[in-house]
């Protein structure tokens, strides 16, 4: 599929160079400077569209590596590894980054010299990548707490620059996005300059409801989310049919199903829960923002991080048992019947037919994001059968892998992964509305409603209306829902944050033989990381460490 949005830049942004013939004729690169730049809409547009490049890409796997849903198992990746341990003790790569929102505030500063330009062009530029600045420092904020909040470029004597305090920064952030909401459009034509897969007022609404949410404040987040679905251009993805490799999955195996409707849905749901994040389908109705990709250029490791060894993956990031264990029962859409870790283990480890049994009839959602032993996989290779090699080259230390997000017609022709990674999605929209509409009032029709949506895109029966019927039942759904809908998507890490409930869910991973896969320890400084002491060396130490570390 094409790429809608190519990042270029010049090399006094410090971004990607592209290989367009109108940039070819312009001047050797080391010629560039602020006398030669910023003279033309081109200018901008080629700014503005490197500035896209710093948008969050597939690393957010490694947030949910950090949290109870995965186990990220090698260090040299990513912090994950020892934040799940609770054995951090420096952060210089967890999150502490100010190069993109450099890039913004040069691009800010500098976007007015641009004689002539259209005006309404402009200020649209300027909200993006406002956006892409808000975003930016929502995710530090969430990481850190009290962070520097620098609005201008600096000049290298002036970096020490000590920690804003954490409400200045959240209302920065707050009133960016209200403003930069009424700029942007709802819609982008198509063509250059208006690309689809640009920033839409859609996004910042989006983005603005996941902050209020994040924060507890339940009536602005409900009606940021509001805002999203009454725009009325969004809907949940859903594939009417099936390919030939897809067809021939056996699920008769694992379901135990009441006729051929019963069948279809199923199956269906279980294929537009996965395809939505195929490059086939990408900018599908559901998307409200994704980091888009250059051909050629830009990659998406996902193909390589998550699948088994066995295929030539890495298992860098796999699923836990207790995500696992979240999935309910597709017949009931009750919690799943489980056996204990000892008798799963047993079982496992005797080859006996009563381990296939947990995986039968549970949620499509399951079987499109997560391998287990025996479950089928056409697409990905013929014939393919999950089998969990214990202590091979690169194979997980679970017992599971994910299969979610991995593109496996990309992985069939052999050709590299560029497929654009999904930020904001609509789904997450209806999970924002329901939660925080149930913490604000409580259950009613509309909270159902959005659950319903969810859970029938996926194949699962509607919510027992009876059976959560107070807010603090209610509540405990959701919070599965959201676990299950959003797994690998990096929003668990800060959920349990947020609900306090890490002290109790951050326990030591065992693997499908009940032995220890990791150890991990909890202590409360993990609810924020720690100040890098590289940048805290640097600013001569006015930068103060957060507690605990």
């Given at each position: 599929?094409?790429?809608?949005?190519?990042?270029?830049?010049?090399?006094?942004?410090?971004?990607?160079?592209?290989?367009?013939?109108?940039?070819?004729?312009?001047?050797?690169?080391?010629?560039?400077?602020?006398?030669?730049?910023?003279?033309?809409?081109?200018?901008?547009?080629?700014?503005?569209?490197?500035?896209?490049?710093?948008?969050?890409?597939?690393?957010?796997?490694?947030?949910?590596?950090?949290?109870?849903?995965?186990?990220?198992?090698?260090?040299?990746?990513?912090?994950?590894?020892?934040?799940?341990?609770?054995?951090?003790?420096?952060?210089?790569?967890?999150?502490?980054?100010?190069?993109?929102?450099?890039?913004?505030?040069?691009?800010?500063?500098?976007?007015?010299?641009?004689?002539?330009?259209?005006?309404?062009?402009?200020?649209?530029?300027?909200?993006?990548?406002?956006?892409?600045?808000?975003?930016?420092?929502?995710?530090?904020?969430?990481?850190?707490?009290?962070?520097?909040?620098?609005?201008?470029?600096?000049?290298?004597?002036?970096?020490?620059?000590?920690?804003?305090?954490?409400?200045?920064?959240?209302?920065?952030?707050?009133?960016?996005?209200?403003?930069?909401?009424?700029?942007?459009?709802?819609?982008?034509?198509?063509?250059?300059?208006?690309?689809?897969?640009?920033?839409?007022?859609?996004?910042?609404?989006?983005?603005?409801?996941?902050?209020?949410?994040?924060?507890?404040?339940?009536?602005?987040?409900?009606?940021?989310?509001?805002?999203?679905?009454?725009?009325?251009?969004?809907?949940?993805?859903?594939?009417?049919?099936?390919?030939?490799?897809?067809?021939?999955?056996?699920?008769?195996?694992?379901?135990?199903?009441?006729?051929?409707?019963?069948?279809?849905?199923?199956?269906?749901?279980?294929?537009?829960?996965?395809?939505?994040?195929?490059?086939?389908?990408?900018?599908n109705s559901e998307v409200i923002l994704d980091r888009q990709r250059i051909a050629q250029i830009d990659d998406n490791f996902l193909n390589t991080y998550l699948p088994p060894g066995s295929i030539g993956g890495w298992s860098s990031v796999t699923p836990t048992q207790e995500l696992v264990n979240s999935y309910e029962s597709y017949k009931t859409g009750e919690p799943a019947e489980l056996p204990s870790a000892e008798q799963r283990a047993t079982w496992y480890d005797n080859d006996n037919p009563e381990f296939r049994e947990e995986f039968r009839n549970r949620d499509p959602r399951l079987y499109a994001t997560i391998m287990f032993p025996g479950s089928p996989w056409n697409a990905i290779e013929?014939?393919?059968?999950?089998?969990?090699?214990?202590?091979?080259?690169?194979?997980?230390?679970?017992?599971?892998?994910?299969?979610?997000?991995?593109?496996?017609?990309?992985?069939?022709?052999?050709?590299?992964?560029?497929?654009?990674?999904?930020?904001?999605?609509?789904?997450?929209?209806?999970?924002?509305?329901?939660?925080?509409?149930?913490?604000?009032?409580?259950?009613?029709?509309?909270?159902?409603?959005?659950?319903?949506?969810?859970?029938?895109?996926?194949?699962?029966?509607?919510?027992?209306?009876?059976?959560?019927?107070?807010?603090?039942?209610?509540?405990?759904?959701?919070?599965?829902?959201?676990?299950?809908?959003?797994?690998?998507?990096?929003?668990?890490?800060?959920?349990?944050?947020?609900?306090?409930?890490?002290?109790?869910?951050?326990?030591?991973?065992?693997?499908?033989?009940?032995?220890?896969?990791?150890?991990?320890?909890?202590?409360?400084?993990?609810?924020?990381?720690?100040?890098?002491?590289?940048?805290?060396?640097?600013?001569?130490?006015?930068?103060?460490?957060?507690?605990?570390?």
């Open positions: 599929m094409k790429k809608t949005i190519l990042y270029m830049g010049t090399v006094l942004l410090m971004l990607t160079v592209s290989c367009s013939d109108d940039f070819l004729e312009r001047p050797p690169l080391d010629d560039v400077s602020e006398e030669t730049f910023w003279k033309t809409e081109e200018d901008l547009y080629k700014a503005v569209n490197g500035v896209y490049s710093q948008l969050p890409a597939e690393g957010f796997i490694y947030d949910d590596g950090a949290s109870d849903n995965a186990h990220a198992q090698y260090p040299w990746e990513s912090t994950a590894t020892v934040v799940s341990a609770g054995s951090i003790i420096t952060a210089d790569d967890a999150g502490w980054n100010y190069e993109d929102k450099r890039r913004c505030n040069y691009f800010l500063e500098n976007a007015d010299a641009v004689e002539n330009a259209d005006p309404d062009l402009l200020n649209r530029y300027k909200a993006e990548v406002r956006f892409i600045r808000a975003y930016s420092y929502f995710r530090m904020m969430c990481k850190f707490g009290d962070i520097p909040l620098v609005t201008s470029t600096l000049d290298i004597e002036d970096v020490n620059i000590p920690r804003t305090p954490r409400a200045e920064v959240l209302d920065f952030i707050i009133t960016e996005l209200e403003d930069i909401s009424e700029m942007l459009p709802v819609t982008y034509a198509g063509g250059k300059p208006d690309e689809k897969g640009r920033i839409t007022r859609g996004a910042a609404l989006a983005l603005k409801a996941r902050v209020h949410l994040y924060e507890g404040q339940w009536e602005a987040a409900v009606d940021a989310a509001e805002k999203v679905m009454n725009l009325g251009i969004y809907e949940l993805f859903k594939i009417d049919s099936e390919s030939e490799s897809d067809l021939k999955d056996n699920y008769d195996e694992w379901v135990d199903f009441d006729g051929e409707e019963d069948r279809n849905n199923f199956r269906l749901g279980l294929r537009s829960y996965e395809a939505l994040f195929h490059e086939e389908y990408e900018g013929d014939d393919f059968t999950f089998e969990w090699i214990q202590g091979a080259s690169n194979m997980s230390q679970t017992g599971y892998n994910f299969r979610k997000l991995v593109d496996p017609k990309i992985y069939r022709e052999n050709i590299g992964n560029y497929t654009n990674v999904i930020l904001l999605r609509y789904a997450e929209v209806l999970l924002t509305y329901a939660e925080a509409r149930n913490e604000r009032s409580g259950p009613d029709a509309t909270i159902y409603d959005a659950l319903d949506d969810i859970r029938q895109r996926s194949g699962m029966p509607p919510v027992d209306r009876n059976l959560y019927n107070t807010r603090e039942k209610l509540r405990e759904f959701i919070r599965n829902e959201r676990r299950v809908e959003l797994a690998l998507e990096g929003h668990r890490y800060m959920d349990i944050r947020r609900w306090q409930i890490a002290p109790q869910v951050m326990k030591d991973i065992k693997n499908l033989r009940n032995t220890v896969a990791q150890d991990r320890v909890w202590d409360d400084k993990l609810y924020l990381m720690p100040v890098p002491q590289s940048q805290r060396d640097l600013s001569d130490n006015l930068l103060e460490q957060n507690p605990g570390y």
